[in-house]
Structures are given as structure tokens and as C-alpha cells.
């Protein structure tokens, strides 16, 4: 069974840094794209990055670029959000989803809640 | 910022038809294909249709996508209580690389 744990979601003040994990099983984690998506109390979903299987393209949204790093460990079947600078508007229920060979994703996370507040 | 533009919310009543849009531009519904997701209260979003209509397993056929030019769309037939959820399509886009998402769709059965 295909399974996507994140972790790592806490409160966090402005201006903080906080490390996501996203451990997953059930398949051949190496062989799978990657990304983040996040959703905001009451909102829209927002996709966030992507990174490809060997870790060699890398891509972000225009709206976090420069402050979030996502990267993963294939020998550890593991996805890493790296979210430097956080804000206000940074506060979100963060899930990461394993992307299929047809631009969808097809498993998700339950996701983890990250509150920046002071 | 949403990308792609759907109607905020939807309904009827059980066993009705119901029809969400999703419009785009040439440089990303126009050039790839569309998924839909499913996201009901309080839980993660599912795939619900990818690369326009095919459905994966065990998603009913209820549930059927179309992909026309710029747009796509996401109808439910015999519309059931279960159904109410927030739905949303979603597609890559070539200009910004990367995906973008609907603004979301809230489907009330009444």
C-alpha cells in the first residue's frame, strides 16, 4: 500500500526556519517525482515545488522561491521542505504528493499544519 | 495566485447532473493535460480524473473530465450526498514551470 507521512509541522515565529519531512513506503520512492502542496485555513490549494527522481530538476513557485529548498534522499525513501524566512502568510496545511508519469498527482499525505505567528 | 479559473460553488439535488468549468490559457491547459481532484471536509485531495477524463481505479463513472482547447470541465452525474466536497483541476504550466491549480469548487448537494 502506498503510504505518505509527512512531519516536521510546528509553530514557528516570523522570520523562522522550519525542516518538513515526507516518508514514504509502499513503492519504489526513486522511481517517482516529487512535490509540495500547500493549503491555507479556508483556501485554495497551492502547488509549491517539484523535484524529479535523481534530484535533477528542480522547480518553485514564483511565491517561495528564495525561501523554500526542497530536496529528498532516495536511500532514506524521503521528501524535505527546507522553509527559511517564514511569514504570516506561510501558515498552511502542507502535503506532499507523488506525481505519476501524467502530470497528477496520484497519492497525497495527510499533510502537516505549520503556524507562523508570533 | 490560481491560475486556472473555476466557479466558486455548484449544487443540486441527488441524482442531478453537475457540470464544474475550469478555464486556463494556451500554456497550460492549451499545451497539457488537465487533472481533477476531489478534497472532501477535513481530509487530503484525490485524484479524481488525470490526463483530462480517464478515471483511476475505483473512482466511479459517475465522474467524467473533457478537455477542450483552453478549458476543461468535471461533470457528476446522479450526484449524491457523498459528493459534496471541493474539487479542483489542475495542470502544468509551461510559462511559469510549474503546476497550477483551480481556484476550487464547492459542490452542495441540496
Known amino acids: 500500500e502506498v503510504q505518505l507521512v509527512e512531519s516536521g509541522g510546528a509553530l514557528v515565529q516570523p522570520g523562522g526556519s522550519l525542516r518538513l519531512s515526507c516518508a514514504a513506503s509502499?513503492?519504489?520512492?526513486?522511481?517517482?517525482?516529487m512535490n509540495w502542496v500547500r493549503q491555507a485555513p479556508g483556501k485554495g490549494l497551492e502547488w509549491l515545488s517539484y523535484i524529479s527522481r535523481s534530484s535533477s530538476s528542480i522547480y518553485y513557485a514564483d511565491s517561495v522561491k528564495g525561501r523554500l529548498t526542497i530536496s529528498r534522499d532516495n536511500a532514506k525513501n524521503s521528501l524535505y521542505l527546507q522553509m527559511n524566512s517564514l511569514r504570516d502568510e506561510d501558515t498552511a496545511i502542507y502535503y506532499c504528493?507523488?506525481?505519476?508519469?501524467?502530470?497528477?498527482?496520484?497519492?497525497w499525505g495527510q499533510g502537516t499544519l505549520v503556524t507562523v505567528s508570533s | 495566485q490560481s491560475v486556472l479559473t473555476q466557479p466558486p460553488s455548484e449544487s443540486g439535488t441527488a441524482g442531478q447532473k453537475v457540470t464544474i468549468s475550469c478555464s486556463g490559457s494556451s500554456s497550460n491547459i492549451g499545451s497539457n493535460t488537465v487533472a481533477w481532484y476531489q478534497q472532501l471536509p477535513g481530509t487530503a485531495p484525490k485524484l479524481l480524473i488525470y490526463s483530462n477524463h480517464q478515471r483511476p481505479s475505483g473512482v466511479p463513472e459517475r465522474f467524467s473530465g473533457s478537455k477542450s482547447g483552453t478549458s476543461g470541465s468535471l461533470a457528476i452525474s446522479g450526484l449524491l450526498s457523498d459528493d459534496e466536497a471541493d474539487y479542483y483541476c489542475?495542470?502544468?504550466?509551461?510559462?511559469?514551470?510549474?503546476?497550477?491549480f483551480g481556484t476550487g469548487t464547492k459542490v452542495t448537494v441540496l
Open positions: 504528493a507523488r506525481e505519476s508519469s501524467g502530470y497528477d498527482f496520484d497519492f
Open positions: 509502499g513503492f519504489l520512492f526513486s522511481d517517482y517525482t
Open positions: 489542475a495542470a502544468w504550466d509551461d510559462s511559469l514551470n510549474g503546476y497550477v
